[in-house]
């Protein structure tokens, strides 16, 4: 079990859909990241939200819309995606904190598997 | 940004002890080096985190040289369950940050 909850654990859509991943935390954090996995490689950073603001956006393609409504929640907004978009999403966050805090580490979901197809 | 290198994969035995070695040699000053586990379809998991000197945990051991181009993650007599990625990130917390991973090791316990 983990304290980032991701869902759906699995999504199957098809070029032409829309569908969303979500993912929620309660441990107070106010940095929260989208990253993606494809097979056997290292999870790739795409989005940070600071404060239920964007601050970091990795120049992921506009089919990639990110939006976080509140503290908690963190969602990702999927549109005419392609094949090679399939893969496995994961939700992160963290304190967000000054110079001179202790480091808080990533904590993150299990991730949604996505094959787009 | 800090970049890190690490060796592709490693195998060891049950029992014994893996010592992992991270290379990041533009680490920045206010950078601190953290350690994830991942196991097939599932989320990077925290290990270990430091910034200098030694740092033990109930799980592992992060030994920081005095110059913090390196830093070795020590994971004391592996077992099975110990197979899975090894990712070091260096780099500073927060929502204006970028916490990039590097390639990873994979280790593989054998019986």
């Known amino acids: 079990d983990t304290e980032v909850t991701q869902t759906p654990k699995h999504l199957v859509m098809g070029m032409t859909n829309k569908k969303s991943l979500k993912c929620e935390q309660h441990m107070g954090h106010r940095a929260m990241y989208w990253y993606k996995q494809k097979a056997k490689k290292p999870p790739e950073l795409m989005f940070v939200?600071?404060?239920?603001?964007?601050?970091i956006n990795e120049s992921v393609p506009s089919r990639f819309s990110p939006e976080c409504p509140n503290s908690s929640l963190l969602n990702l907004h999927l549109h005419a995606l392609q094949p090679e978009d399939s893969a496995l999403y994961l939700c992160?966050?963290?304190?967000?904190?000054?110079?001179?805090?202790?480091?808080?580490?990533?904590?993150f979901g299990n991730g949604t598997r996505l094959t787009v197809t | 940004l800090a970049k890190t290198t690490q060796p592709i994969s490693m195998d060891s035995y049950e029992g014994q002890e893996v010592n992992i070695t991270c290379s990041h040699n533009?680490?920045?000053?206010?950078?601190?080096i953290t350690w994830y586990q991942q196991f097939p379809s599932q989320g990077p998991r925290f290990i270990i985190q430091?910034?200098?000197t030694k740092v033990t945990n109930e799980v592992a051991s992060l030994f920081i040289p005095a110059d913090r181009k390196s830093s070795t993650l020590s994971l004391p007599r592996v077992s099975l369950s110990d197979t899975a990625v090894y990712y070091c990130?260096?780099?500073?917390?927060?929502?204006?940050?970028?916490?990039?991973f590097g390639a990873g090791t994979r280790l593989a316990v054998h019986p």
């Open positions: 990130l260096v780099g500073r917390w927060g929502g204006y940050n970028k916490l990039i």
């Open positions: 992160a966050s963290s304190h967000w904190g000054s110079p001179g805090q202790n480091n808080s580490p990533l904590h």
């Open positions: 533009n680490i920045a000053t206010n950078d601190y």
């Open positions: 430091g910034y200098k």
């Open positions: 939200y600071s404060y239920e603001k964007l601050s």
